[in-house]
Structure formats: structure tokens, C-alpha cells
């Protein structure tokens, strides 16, 4: 999964609450550089089987990410605090 969005500047928004990623391992730079994107919903975004995560969501100013913390916490610590996380139980 690694650079499947990256730099894509025009996208605004994306609802990926029904995409799977538990065999995902590789999510470096995922939205990296997605400048413009302003909301993502990650709802079932599952990272804990992930190895590589570098740079998920750098670059990524002006966004809003909704997440599970029991799904992605090992990704938490490497979100830019300029990114809006909204965590759902």
C-alpha cells in the first residue's frame, strides 16, 4: 500500500471506512503530500500488522482523519500535529 495515494494534490476527500489493510505491512507514505485533501475516513484502517509506516500523512496540512485507536495505535505517534485526528470507539 505504500505510496498509493502519494501526491495526489487535487483530492479533497476519501471515505475508505469499509477498506481492508489487515494484511497490510507497508503503508510508508500512503497520503504523503495529499496537500489538499480535507477529510479521510479511515474507520477500519487496520496498521497493527504493518511494519513499514514512515510518513503516512506528512504533508497532509489541511486534514481531517477519522481512526480506530484499537486498529492503527502503533501509527498514532506518527501523525503530524497539524493533522485533525477524531477518534471513534
Known amino acids: 500500500m505504500s505510496y498509493m ?16 489493510t489487515v494484511k497490510g505491512n507497508n503503508f510508508n507514505y500512503m497520503f504523503n503530500s495529499c496537500t489538499d485533501l480535507q477529510w ?12 513499514e509506516l514512515k ?17 492503527c495505535s502503533n501509527i498514532i505517534e506518527t501523525i503530524p500535529d497539524y493533522v485533525n485526528k477524531i477518534f471513534i470507539e
Open 55 to 71: 510518513y503516512i500523512f506528512d504533508g497532509c496540512i489541511s486534514l481531517g482523519v477519522l481512526l480506530k485507536k484499537e486498529y
Open 40 to 51: 479521510l475516513n479511515l474507520t477500519n484502517f487496520y496498521t497493527l500488522n504493518g511494519k
Open 5 to 20: 495515494f502519494y501526491n495526489c494534490s487535487s483530492l479533497t476527500s476519501l471515505d475508505l471506512g469499509f477498506f481492508k
